[in-house]
């Protein structure tokens, strides 16, 4: 059985109910508590996970003001994340070069957007 949490309640909760929780939108996991966001998450298969980042950020921008640098900062994660990025094979042979693009695009939100960690 996968692990989706280490808390045996929750990891139950989220096999359990897997094929339900496929359903969820953003606004209903965002709601939820960070424990029950991380299971839910973990359980999805990679085209789920990158629809929900995609809607996530979406949302984001259509619904905060940012400045125009700030706004194509955060376009750049939206346009990083491709088809595929959360499969399997893509995380291991795009490991580094992803870690190395968080690392500047968290750099660059601190020191040039002035975002906090």
């Known amino acids: 059985m996968a692990e989706f949490s280490c808390d045996p309640v929750l990891n139950d909760y989220v096999s359990a109910n897997k094929e339900t929780l496929k359903q969820i939108t953003i606004s209903e996991l965002a709601s939820s508590d960070l424990a029950f966001q991380q299971a839910v998450f973990r359980s999805f298969d990679a ?32 346009d990083y994340i491709s088809v595929g990025f959360f499969e399997k094979d893509n995380i291991d042979s795009h490991s580094k070069e992803n870690a190395e693009f968080a690392s500047d695009w968290i750099k660059y939100a601190k020191n040039n957007l002035g975002w906090s960690k």
């Open 47 to 78: 085209v789920k996970k990158r629809e929900i980042w995609l809607n996530k950020i979406q949302i984001l921008l259509e619904t905060q003001e940012y400045s125009e640098d700030a706004y194509l900062h955060i376009t750049k994660l939206f």
